[in-house]
RNA sequence: GUCCGGAUAGUGUAGCGGCCUAUCAUGAGGGCCUGUCGAGCCCCCGACCCGGGUUCAAAUCCCGGUCCGGACGCCA
């Protein structure tokens, strides 16, 4: 190992001699002093050369440095109250592992700006930035969150297979692949997968992993490939795991408030933590505010992007439209027995953009291929999935949230690629 | 996919028929400087997306393409 301390762990009174690592952030030969600035995943350390007590080798070194170079710095600590942090390294050896061409396809101190596209071309330099390293710090923190509090509650976290046979749910364009000699296809969702698990027993179930979705469209709220976190529970119905849910949203943001400081300064975000319950309104009323604020929808239709932004903006905070007409749901989202045209789905809402949506699920293998005949699909294909309904399958309820969605409506950014390393969008495939 | 806007040094920009030998910042190269911390100062380098057209003259206007941004649609 060369390293032996991040720049955070280096203290103004250390006497040991200690082995930085980094990137040349900043190099400024003042001529009678130089200072190099190394920055590491944690922070920045000042490294400063006085030319007239320095090996000239080491001068020599750090004068040709290019910046972003990486470099190995041995040396020893000088409290100096004139240095950031208090303290400077006196480096006895340079290294340099990795040298850095110039000039750079981006700037990394923060003194010009570069378009999101020209960031996502040079991902590797854009990560470097604190900024965009603190988004992903961040999204660490909440796939952590995540596993801790769904584990707290009993789930397993399973992984289900990504390359399907058929079509599943309907709904979406899904991306065909070549499969040996059969065509197959990228999954849409864990959903049928998850739900298989519930027939298998393991009662509750998770998983964070990719969706794909072949859809062309083109906008700050969508990606071809996303991250979806999916349960899956069984003797639940929708309102037990809408409490669910909401006390996961609750959960991640406490836990990134306390984690994340650090990172959320950097971003310049200050979070509030949403207060649960969230509001419940129905489908039907949700249609009447965005008819009220002059909206050309009919009970019946799907929510516009514009609807999403009127009822958001009237209710103001995260909130659930629960109720939904059966017709424009799933046809695993189970209906109310007593009025059949409604069923027990839900959509957890910010007031930017749909979060989540769920549903308690037909347990029943008869309804179950009704429901799929009724929306127009044939249960044919979806022979591996209905069988696990004619066996033993109790009651279940489930939910899928879009990872980068919850991510970005809580850091309040604009672009969901953002919040992806390398995302994947009608234009974009490489990086 | 539709509509609207855009593409100028490595990066971010100004210019929008002749004043462009194209602005500014950052950066690269060279020089001065022992306390910088977006260091400062001097010198210097580097660009009009591609193809066609209009015009005496095109970075600037028109057409097509590619790519980018935004809104909507589709979708989660």
């Excluded at 991040?6 to 250390?14: A, G, L, N, R």
């Excluded at 004068?63 to 006196?90: C, D, F, H, M, Q």
């Excluded at 949506?357 to 029943?364: E, F, I, L, P, Y």
């Amino acid at each position: 190992m060369i390293r032996t301390h991040y720049s955070t762990q280096i203290t103004p009174d250390m006497k040991e001699s200690v082995t930085i690592c980094g990137w040349a952030h900043e190099i400024r030969d003042l001529g009678g002093i130089t200072f190099l600035v190394v920055r590491d995943r944690e922070g920045l350390v000042q490294v400063t050369l006085f030319k007239k007590t320095i090996d000239k080798n080491l001068l020599e070194i750090v004068r040709n440095l290019s910046r972003e170079s990486v470099v190995a710095i041995t040396g020893t600590i000088k409290k100096e109250a004139k240095a950031p942090n208090g303290y400077e390294v006196v480096p006895t050896e340079v290294k340099v592992l990795g040298k850095a061409d110039s000039p750079l396809p981006m700037d990394t101190t923060g003194k010009v700006d570069a378009d999101l596209d020209t960031r996502l071309d040079v991902r590797f330099m854009d990560v470097r930035r604190p900024y965009t390293q603190a988004i992903f710090r961040i999204r660490h923190l909440i796939l952590k969150s995540i596993r801790e509090y769904l584990d707290n509650d009993g789930f397993l976290e399973i992984t289900t297979p990504k390359v399907v046979a058929t079509a599943t749910e309907g709904g979406t364009a899904l991306f065909p692949i070549t499969y040996f000699e059969r065509e197959a296809f990228l999954n849409q969702s864990p959903q049928l997968f998850k739900q298989l698990m519930m027939s298998g027993g393991l009662d509750r179930v998770f998983e964070i992993g990719p969706i794909f979705r072949a859809e062309e469209h083109d906008t700050r709220k969508h990606l071809n490939e996303a991250t979806s976190i999916d349960i899956e529970a069984s003797f639940l119905n929708n309102e037990d795991v809408m409490v669910i849910l909401e006390n996961l949203v609750k959960y991640i943001y406490m836990k990134v408030q306390e984690k994340g400081a650090t990172y959320l300064k950097t971003l310049g975000v200050e979070l509030k933590i949403p207060e649960i319950p969230f509001k419940r309104i129905t489908y039907s009323e949700a249609i009447e505010i965005a008819r009220k604020n002059g909206e050309k929808i009919e009970w019946g239709d799907d929510l516009s992007t514009e609807s999403e932004h009127t009822i958001g903006k009237t209710i103001g905070e995260h909130y659930f439209i629960v109720d939904w007409p059966s017709k424009i749901k799933p046809f695993y989202a189970l209906p109310y027995e007593d009025k059949p045209e409604l069923c027990r789905a839900f959509d957890m809402m910010h007031p930017r953009m749909e979060l989540s949506s769920g549903a308690q699920r037909v347990h029943s293998y008869e309804m179950l291929r009704d429901r799929i005949e009724a929306q127009g699909l044939n249960p044919d294909g979806f022979e591996f999935y209905l069988k696990a309904f004619k066996y033993g399958m109790p009651p279940h309820s489930g939910w899928g949230v879009g990872a980068e969605r919850l991510l970005m409506t809580m850091l309040g950014i604009e672009n969901i690629r953002e919040v992806v390393l390398f995302p994947r969008d009608r234009k974009r495939l490489s990086p």
